[in-house]
């Protein structure tokens, strides 16, 4: 390795900018993941739930003696069961609680309203079958601003009486709470007196991560030791032990939760479920492992969904297209139980990063958080805590806004955009933007694309069509995004008291190899991969000869886990600065090893070299060796360090992304005739898992925006129970993408890495949404809810009478 | 319910069972042989996790009863690994990014597999198409359509090398 060169070095470490292809991927593709339905332990019982047929109504009588007459069950646990425990309700994330099950009501369909232990999943299905729920219906109210109506129905009886909530006063019972952010006078003062004001009421739809596996679990209580182990589908492992902890009374130090291979999160696994309590406290009651594992009608309909947020703007400007204020309102649907996963500050999470990318003076938001008789939740769905919202609302104003103005939305964007010179950037939200370069990205992207030849194209098909030409029309949808991820700090952002910072612990073997453990948990992100390639950089060690470990809670440190794009920015910082107390012990002994004084050494690659003397070096390899086997004065053997990263603040990841389509303007049929995005999100750790990322996170956009939905009836009937009607795109429809970038490193962190997973997530849904909308512009089309199935793009087109 | 008697060959090799006759392929291959490879991702024949080959052709094993697999030769993504465990679909996944969280990965090689063997020479677009079987949440499809397209050069350029 020796006489190998500079560059040689460098490569061979797989570290920082490397396309390292995936240590992961051997057990995949070869079917030896491990993911929590593979786990199977002597005697292991099965679980599962009776649920609600009725979206609202009261329990008169559950008949469980069939059931347990069925040879094979064990037991069915009710409400009363649990009682006793304190465990018939828990705690949500957001500081509300919610029934683990029904306690004398249910408040959504598919709600839990029992749970049967049994020998295996078939007897459960089977004395499911058996179990006999007598219920009152009561009046449904799946309308937000009917739930907040005076005389509607009282939803949550327990909270009667109650006027203050966990984020404050509540001014009607079905109302959780109201969040204000910014200056609403100053505002509305600006609204008023604007030369241009653009109104719209901007629905983004309720939707759901739908991770192709499911939720789960399988808890073993070992009554002999009094040690439970819990294995499941936990995007935050040691948020998971603290709140089972809190929960049952048992020490933390006898209780290990483990999440073994993810299959997808999307944020839908953050969250506490009753399943795992009722898995739990199964396995406390038989002393067997008890697994439980959702089917997906029961993911669809009770996990966490997404979004459901009715977003009220107004946006004003000068004649010329200068904004000079923001105002928004959100009615934001949370269903039965205030389910977020939000930091406790932040009732709507992020969603005042909605002035987005725009240097915007004044702007006011508030929200109102309702309840309704639809399954709980509100998880942020690859985005960062509502950001998805936020984005997708001023995408759509700046649009709106446009279209009053009589404007290309392109150089509306363009005059408006905070520039290059005033990062750290202040927003009128009270956000600081550490760094970014919007107009670079903006002309690379609007070259890339031949925007101008684009909109001459769009002019003649324009024309083409009223001259009876064509039935297809197109559509340019822009979107120039900024997220806000990587929370903390703790000083702002905590999940139930608990600090949002993350960890990395390191030890260098004595020859050389190293292991790393991290607080977070990878569902398909490859942490394996590119932690190891951060800490290659920083210690010179091949990241093919570092481990990574994560999900295992007697092993891992503790960490806030995986979400919110949070593991590069936060858990990734931990492993860098815990490489560089490797790399300050490392230089100690290599001092000693040289016989020279610490400053005299210098870092290249993967060794100290005494400065100006190349020849006399020490490898890190030597390093380690020495500092287990060589007694060096004044220093402990060993070489092992601990980082616990609170973020000074969060990253600002931005790009642009633009979608052009065809649509038929007869079927409503949209063909993505192309989609390019380019992605800043600062130092690049690893450039084909980045492409990969916004592939993935893209194609969920596309979902969203044109077809995926959870949809209610009236009665609260859950109309989108399995993948035949909730729209997960396949190949054939995905549409190609063309990915690109820029780099702006963040300045505070560490490396400068800023996190992608969710970016195109963010940025995705309003390239697609304001393509459909573009195609429509010259017809007088300005705003129509998502999402842009091909019923709903008929309709625009026969509202706007281009059906003759 | 009373058990069936069922024989099988999974991989090559003949195995027997006791189970009852209303079980899911999936579940027999899952909890009975202890092949966790295939997945259960919705039961209902849409995201194909649980995709095998049975007799020559890809089937979700979530809507196939033991009682229609007596005697029938299933394979599995266990069985499709070469000796050092990475066949030539495994390594171009592997190399083109085609996999994130691997929930999936399993029934899309499965049936990629048999779709070579379909079609040993597709197009993008044939490809598109006999994947949309099989649902991914992580890829966007484009790496996976990549590595498909990939393999299938290799396996046929090592054909003629044959010939």
Known sequence: ?804 | MSKMHLKLKVNGKSVETLCEPRELLIHVLRERLNLTGPHIGCETSHCGACTVDMNGMSVKSCTVFAAQVQGAEITTIEGLAGPDGMGVLQTSFREHHGLQCGYCTPGMITRAHRLLQENPNPTEEEVRFGMAGNLCRCTGYQNIVKAILHAASELNASKEAAQ
């Open chain 1, 1 to 804: 390795m020796n006489d190998l060169s500079h560059d040689q070095r460098v490569a061979g470490l797989k570290g920082l900018g490397s396309s390292r292809k995936r240590v992961e991927d051997a057990r995949f593709t070869q079917g030896k993941g491990n993911y929590v339905d593979d786990i199977k332990m002597p005697d292991m019982l099965f679980g599962d739930f009776v649920r609600s047929q009725y979206a609202h109504a009261r329990i008169r009588s559950v008949d469980t003696s069939k059931a347990v007459a069925l040879p094979g069950v064990i037991a069915v646990l009710q409400a009363a069961d649990l009682a006793p425990l304190g465990l018939h309700w828990m705690p949500t994330l957001a500081g509300d609680k919610q029934m683990v099950l029904a306690d004398g009501k249910v408040l959504f369909q598919g709600q839990e309203i029992a749970f049967v232990i049994a020998e295996d999943r078939y007897i459960c299905a089977d004395a499911i079958e058996l179990i006999e729920v007598e219920y009152e219906e009561l009046p449904v109210v799946v309308d937000p601003f009917k739930a907040l109506q005076p005389g509607a129905p009282v939803l949550r009886e327990d909270l009667a009486g109650q006027t203050k909530g966990a984020h404050g006063e509540r001014i009607h019972h079905n109302h959780i709470f109201r969040w204000e952010v910014g200056d609403k006078e100053g505002t509305e003062a600006v609204v008023a007196g604007a030369d241009v004001v653009a109104e719209e009421m901007v629905y983004y739809h309720r939707t759901h991560p739908c991770p192709l596996e499911t939720c789960g679990c399988v808890a073993s209580m070992d009554k002999i030791n009094g040690k439970l182990t819990l294995w499941g589908t936990f995007q935050a492992p040691h948020v998971v032990r603290t709140v089972a902890s809190l929960l049952s009374g048992i020490p933390e130090s006898s209780i290990r939760v483990v999440s073994p291979d993810i299959g997808g999160g999307f944020g839908n696994k953050v969250g506490v479920y009753p399943g795992y309590v009722c898995a739990i406290v199964a396995s406390i009651v038989t002393g067997r492992p008890v697994k439980w594992i959702e089917d997906r009608m029961d993911n669809l309909m009770a996990t966490a969904f997404a979004r459901d947020y009715w977003m009220q703007g107004k946006i004003a400007a000068t004649a010329e297209g200068k904004i000079t204020g923001l105002w928004c309102h959100v009615t934001a649907d949370h269903g039965a139980f205030d389910a977020c996963a939000d930091p406790t500050k932040f009732p709507a999470g992020f969603f005042s990063i909605c002035t987005g990318s725009y240097d915007i003076p004044v702007a006011y938001v508030g929200v109102d958080g309702v309840y309704t008789n639809k399954a709980p939740g509100g998880v942020a769905y690859r985005c960062s805590f509502r950001v998805t919202e936020a984005a997708y609302f001023i995408e759509r104003m700046i649009e709106v806004l446009a279209i009053k103005l009589g404007m290309d939305s392109a150089e509306l964007r363009r005059i408006n955009f905070i520039r290059k010179e005033q990062f750290p950037y202040q927003s009128a939200l009270g956000w600081e933007y550490d760094s970014g370069d919007y107009h670079t990205a903006w002309d690379k992207a609007l070259n890339a694309v031949g925007y101008d030849a684009l909109r001459a194209e769009q002019a003649q098909r324009v024309a083409d069509f009223k001259a009876g030409k064509t039935r297809s029309l197109m559509g340019i949808g822009l979107s120039f995004f900024t997220e806000i991820v990587g929370a903390g700090p703790v000083k702002n952002c905590d999940i139930l008291g608990m600090g949002m910072f993350d960890s990395c612990e390191i030890r260098i073997h004595p020859t050389g190899s190293a292991l790393a453990r991290l607080g977070t948990i990878s569902q398909g992100q490859g942490h394996a991969t590119t932690f190891a390639q951060i800490l290659a950089t920083e210690t010179g060690i091949p990241a093919d000869q570092i481990t990574i470990e994560e999900g295992d809670t007697d092993t891992a440190p503790y960490g806030l886990g995986t979400y919110g794009s949070r593991s590069t920015p936060v858990a990734g910082a931990a492993t860098a600065m815990a490489g560089r107390k490797i790399r300050a012990k490392a230089q100690m002994i290599a001092a000693y090893l040289l016989e020279v004084h610490d400053n005299d050494l210098e870092w290249d690659v993967d060794r100290f070299v005494v400065k100006g003397v190349p020849e006399r070096f020490k490898t890190m390899k030597e390093i380690a060796y020495a500092a287990y086997n060589q007694a060096i004065p004044g220093l402990e053997p060993g070489l092992e360090a601990v980082s616990y990263y609170d973020p000074p603040n969060m990253t600002y990841p931005f790009g642009a992304y633009i979608c052009v389509m065809d649509i038929d303007a007869d079927t409503g049929v949209a063909d993505i005739r192309s989609f390019y995005a380019l992605d800043d999100c600062g130092t690049r750790i690893n450039p084909m898992i980045i492409e990969g990322q916004v592939h993935g996170g893209a194609t969920e956009a596309f979902a969203i925006a044109m077809g995926q939905e959870i949809a209610y009836d009236e009665m609260g009937n859950c109309m989108t129970g399995t993948l035949m009607d909730f729209f997960l795109p396949t190949a054939w429809e995905t549409p190609h993408y063309t990915t690109d970038f820029t780099e702006t490193p963040s300045p505070h962190h560490p490396i400068g890495a800023k996190g992608v997973g969710e970016s195109p997530n963010v940025g995705g849904v309003p390239a697609f949404s304001n393509a459909v909308h573009d195609a429509f512009r010259p017809f007088g089309l300005t705003q129509s809810h998502m999402p842009h199935d091909h019923w709903r793009i008929w309709r625009i087109a026969n509202q706007l009478g281009l059906h003759g």
